[in-house]
């Protein structure tokens, strides 16, 4: 996409008998076409009871691996993946077997903009980032994109920032097998453990370096 191109973006949302709903994303390249490129899809209802508090002491004593910004960041450089000034928002990583948890820290102007949001965009990319510190030696030396989840819970919870996340790889055998395209648990927490939102099943693509180039 380029400066010049424009391009038409629509959200179809459609109500169902359940009480939930279904959700659609759709773009068209201009010049206008008869086709409607999907994006996304997937079905908006009403959640669970909360997760309970993340034991953030706890995780922290257990993972005795630590990881600093430059190293983890100069990782995913080296597979093709470049992350400017604003979006290295990761300042302390520790990690274990298939799993890491994260401090975040944002700039003033981005603390600035998050009350504009009911979960700051920059958070959720934060927990994107942190994926990818769960893949064993192997699977790290290969470039992964996300490309689906299974289900995001937010819940109730309000007027707290983020300001840690975790990330955990579920078990091959939960996966159904399938550890080229390893699904991942994530959590936004909040300084005292709160969840303030969950994802399950993050599902990461291995890409080769020559479709990177191409996008």
């Not at 993972?63 to 910004?69: A, F, I, K, R, Y």
Request: with cysteine.
């Amino acid at each position: 996409l380029t400066e010049s191109e424009d391009v038409l973006a629509q959200t179809v949302i459609t109500h169902l008998s359940t009480g939930a709903s279904d959700f659609a994303i759709f773009s068209q390249s201009a010049p206008a076409t008869a086709t409607w490129q999907c994006h996304a899809k997937g079905r908006i209802g009403p959640g669970a009871d909360a997760p309970a508090a993340f034991p953030l002491d706890a995780k922290r004593a257990e993972l005795s691996s630590e990881l600093t910004p430059e190293a983890f960041y100069d990782t995913y450089q080296q597979r093709g993946i470049s992350y400017g000034p604003e979006f290295r928002v990761l300042k302390q990583i520790w990690y274990g077997s298939g799993e890491a948890l994260a401090q975040v820290q944002l700039s003033d102007e981005e603390w600035a903009g998050a009350k504009h949001y009911q979960i700051h965009p920059i958070w959720l990319d934060a927990g994107l980032q942190l994926a990818g510190a769960t893949l064993d030696q192997q699977a790290a030396s290969v470039t992964h994109l996300p490309v689906g989840i299974e289900r995001l819970i937010l819940p109730a919870t309000q007027g707290q920032a983020v300001q840690w996340v975790y990330a955990k790889q579920q078990a091959a055998a939960a996966n159904g097998g399938h550890s080229a395209a390893p699904l991942i648990d994530l959590q936004l927490l909040a300084a005292d453990g709160t969840v303030m939102v969950a994802i399950e099943g993050l599902r990461l693509q291995p890409v080769a370096p020559e479709q990177l180039l191409a996008s």
